[in-house]
């Protein structure tokens, strides 16, 4: 199962590098170059259809382009759950229909949905709720080995950067604590933030 297949990946010592896919097409080339996942991205997909903010990609959309991503290739593809289109009792129908197209995975974020150039994100406790949800949900689908990964945007939220790692990395292990297979905390920007990202986490 591509589920297993990416649990495998992601638990090696190689590190598992993941383009991302927009489209069939792009799916196709990713996986022709030798890539043995694929990543799939709300943000793309919004610019791939011209739409003028990711947060205009219904839940119906993103099903379907994953849908047809991940029937184009025979490597595993992580889909893009956004928020996961709601609270937890919303996450739950959320995380079976991506079980339904055939992903081996799926992001879920902590930021807040935006129109303007704005970042903020939700509670700390409504996104461990919606981790857990995500991981008994697919338990109760029968995929025990499908990916759920927690992404932060904690770090761009906060005017210190400092403080905003900081929070980033407990955010990070608490989504981990709630079930998360792994956590994705975004614009780390060099070295050194990823090796204390790396650190804390291991530590904690």
Known sequence: MKT?????????????????????????LIENAGFKAVQ???????????????????????????????????????????????GPEVVME????????????????????CRKNCVSVVDVDLMTEKIR???ETAEIEAKPDFIINGRTD?????????EGLEIAIERANQYIEAGADLTFITYVATFNEVKKSRKK???Q
């Open 154 to 162: 904690a770090l761009r939220s906060t005017v210190d950067r400092y």
């Open 201 to 203: 986490s291991k530590d």
């Open 4 to 28: 297993k297949i990416l649990k495998n990946l992601l638990n090696s010592s190689e590190t598992l590098v993941m383009p991302d896919a927009y489209d069939p097409i792009s799916a196709k």
């Open 40 to 86: 799939c991205s709300g943000y793309s997909f919004s610019i791939a259809a011209g739409y003028n903010n990711e947060i205009d990609v219904t839940l119906d959309e993103n099903l379907e382009w994953t849908r047809r991503i991940v029937e184009s290739v025979d490597v595993p593809v992580m889909a893009d759950a956004e928020d996961g289109y709601g």
């Open 94 to 113: 959320t995380v079976k229909k991506f079980v339904q197209t055939g992903a081996a995975g799926l992001n879920i974020e902590d930021q807040i949905p």
């Open 133 to 135: 949800v995500a991981k």
